[in-house]
């Protein structure tokens, strides 16, 4: 058995293996799969679903600290 490369290709029908993400609204989980383009069958990335946490988003804030003064 040889171990370490990711799985691309469906066990089932040998079609191709897309990177998806399952959320679970219900518990606030999110599973990272793999979504079988062509059959539809999902397969887990991860052992265990892990909690949806908020990622730290960098926008940049339009600052409305002062409008343009009409004149
Ligand atoms: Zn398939």
């Given at each position: 058995?040889?171990?370490?490369?990711?799985k691309t290709?469906?066990?089932?029908?040998?079609?191709?293996?897309?990177?998806?993400q399952e959320?679970?609204?219900?518990?606030?989980?999110?599973?990272?799969?793999?979504?079988?383009?062509?059959?539809?069958r999902r397969?887990?990335?991860?052992?265990?679903?892990?909690?949806?946490?908020?990622?730290?988003?960098?926008?940049?804030?339009?600052?409305?600290?002062?409008?343009?003064?009409?004149?």
């Amino acid at each position: 058995m040889v171990n370490g490369t990711p799985k691309t290709i469906c066990e089932r029908c040998q079609g191709t293996l897309a990177p998806d993400q399952e959320v679970d609204l219900l518990t606030g989980m999110t599973l990272v799969v793999s979504r079988c383009i062509n059959c539809g069958r999902r397969t887990r990335l991860e052992k265990e679903p892990r909690p949806l946490t908020p990622k730290p988003v960098n926008r940049d804030a339009p600052v409305k600290s002062s409008a343009k003064p009409d004149t």
